[in-house]
């Protein structure tokens, strides 16, 4: 039976079977709903942008557009987050960080994303997947296909239609986040780290370039936002 109905799996799997997102497209007839999300370093401006557009989905069409952010965005899953960002707890094995982030996401998933698209909602994610992708398989050094493997249990088929990716170096985003706050568990991370980051950024969007958009986000904010809305115009018009 599951070898029957699960699609072939092409060599490069997951980069060419699960990059792109089916789900959408199996609502016809109705309202579709669209899945969005914006990834980048920290202090790569994601908040501003994710505000930004939503502002300007709502002035064109979008009546309903939900935002919500990784790790986070459920009650349960912000209780994730405090476990993930706490910086006293400077031993967590690299398997069980990415273990606890795709259990933040598998309730976000189940309880609020995966209902806001069958309702024909917009939904913008601060982080998704592909931040587990480029933190945990990249720069941990757990493999990004591993990773994907891993998450697709908690993603139940749902992928971004499109994914805007802020690109900057390493050490500004890392310059605004001090400047922010006090650094959290994975802000104190090393400067390799934080470079490996940046730098998995630009190489899973290059992997992925029908989903991901690379935006330079050294750019002013009202420069970055004009690009990300002529994507997600592309986007809409193609559907
Ligand atoms: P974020 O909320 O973007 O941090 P901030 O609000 O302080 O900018 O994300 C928290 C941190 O978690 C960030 O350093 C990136 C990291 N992260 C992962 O390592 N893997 C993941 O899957 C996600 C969603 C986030």
Known sequence: FLMIRRPPRSTLFPYTTLFRSSYAKEKVGQMK????????????????????????????????????????????????????????????????????????????????????????????????????????????GLGVEKIYELNGFAMQGIWPDLTIHLDLPAEVGLARAKSRAELDRMEA?????????????????????ERIVTIDATQDIETIHAEVVKQVEKLLAAR
Not at 202 to 207: E, G, K, S, T
């Open 33 to 140: 709903g669209i899945f969005l999300t914006m990834e980048g370093p920290d202090g790569s401006g994601k908040t501003t942008q994710i505000l930004k557009l939503k502002e300007h989905l709502m002035q064109h069409g979008y009546d309903k557009v939900v935002v919500t952010r990784e790790p986070g965005g459920t009650v349960i899953s912000e209780a994730v987050r405090g476990i993930l960002l706490n910086r006293e707890y400077a031993e967590m094995d690299d398997h069980t960080e990415a273990l606890l982030y795709a259990a933040a996401r598998a309730q976000l998933v189940a309880q609020v994303i995966k209902p806001a698209l069958d309702a024909g909602k917009a939904v913008i994610s601060d982080r998704f997947v592909d931040s587990s992708a480029v933190y945990q398989g990249m720069a941990r």
């Open 189 to 209: 991370q090393s400067t390799a780290f934080h470079e490996k980051v940046a730098q998995g950024y630009r190489d899973l969007a290059a992997l992925a370039p």
